[in-house]
């Protein structure tokens, strides 16, 4: 895709994530705002994680286009929140260290975005998403062969729910 195109397309999901209701706004590379959805715990709520794991969706290098294997795995992820209507997810794009930490920032920011795009467009409430742009600073592998760096081109979706904290124990 051309860097017009990929700009254009990259200007629409922020267009439609924003619309979706998301308000914070993080810069990216090129002047444009990745905007994110922060995802806060209600009033004496916890977060504690559901146990399900949900495969990473792998990117080409310098790609945030999403591939038939990447689009079955969101749809589990689409099902299984779909099934559990109290599940929240976060989206973590990351990126090997190819490129300038800038350019990953927004790049790693572009693919959770898409992420967030296909599910919102699958039936997920976007207030139900987070979007986190992480860029090369999470390896899961060394990034030394290209094989190594092609693990670290992801998004990873984390599952949690909300569950009600139990009140502190003590003399009142």
């Known amino acids: 895709m051309s860097q017009p195109g990929r700009c254009a397309l990259f200007m629409s999901l922020c267009m439609a994530v924003a619309l979706a209701g998301c308000t914070t706004r993080t810069p990216i590379a090129n002047g444009s705002l990745l905007t994110q959805k922060p ?42 929140m779909k099934a559990q209507p109290k599940l929240y997810a976060t989206l973590q794009g990351h990126t090997c260290s190819n490129g300038s930490p800038e350019h990953n920032r927004a790049l790693s920011g ?24 992480m860029g090369p600073g999470s390896p899961v592998a060394p990034n030394t062969t290209e094989a190594q760096k092609a693990l670290n081109r992801r998004v990873e979706i984390h599952l949690y729910t909300w569950k009600d904290a139990k009140p502190a124990k003590g003399k009142h």
Request: charged content about 25%; aromatic content about 4%.
């Open 110 to 133: 572009q693919r959770a975005a898409i992420v967030m795009k296909y599910m919102v467009d699958g039936g997920i409430a976007a207030d139900r998403l987070g979007a986190v742009s």
């Open 39 to 80: 995802l806060a715990a209600p009033e004496k709520m916890e977060k504690t994680e559901t146990g399900v794991i949900i495969p990473p969706i792998h990117f080409g290098l310098d790609s945030s286009e999403l591939s038939s294997e990447a689009k079955k795995i969101i749809g589990q992820a689409i099902d299984t």
